[in-house]
Nanobody, 115 residues
Framework: VQLVESGGGLVQPGGSLRLSCAAS????????MSWYRQAPGKERELVAF????????NYADSVKGRFTISRDNAKNTVYLQMNNLKPEDTAVYYC?????????WGQGTQVTVSS
């Protein structure tokens, strides 16, 4: 199993980024996928997840209305579209197979929101 994130970077407040997580080594369409983030000095927190069955989504209150999680089962990829970014969104963002169950993680991609 391999999860590889990309798309992070430096962006000004109010800007947008789209993170991608390319999955391999398993039947992607059969698994729920999630995005977590960890800011310096803070615990890792769940940002969003998307189910395998019907593509239902759920978001942390702090990102609701600004972030959108989606998946492309043909490309074995899950995305996180992040709009209206705020400095408090600065963190390392991780892709994870499944949501709550201990499972595989990507290596993370840094997102920095600063002017």
């Amino acid at each position: 199993v391999q999860l590889v994130e990309s798309g992070g970077g430096l962006v000004q407040p109010g800007g947008s980024l789209r993170l991608s997580c390319a999955a391999s080594g398993f039947t992607f369409s059969s698994y729920g996928m999630s995005w977590y983030r960890q800011a310096p000095g803070k615990e890792r927190e769940l940002v969003a997840f998307i189910t395998s069955s019907d593509g239902s989504t759920n978001y942390a209150d702090s990102v609701k209305g600004r972030f959108t999680i989606s998946r492309d089962n043909a490309k074995n990829t899950v995305y996180l579209q992040m709009n209206n970014l705020k400095p408090e969104d600065t963190a390392v963002y991780y892709c994870k197979r499944r949501v709550w169950t201990d499972d595989y993680w990507g290596q993370g991609t840094q997102v920095t929101v600063s002017s």
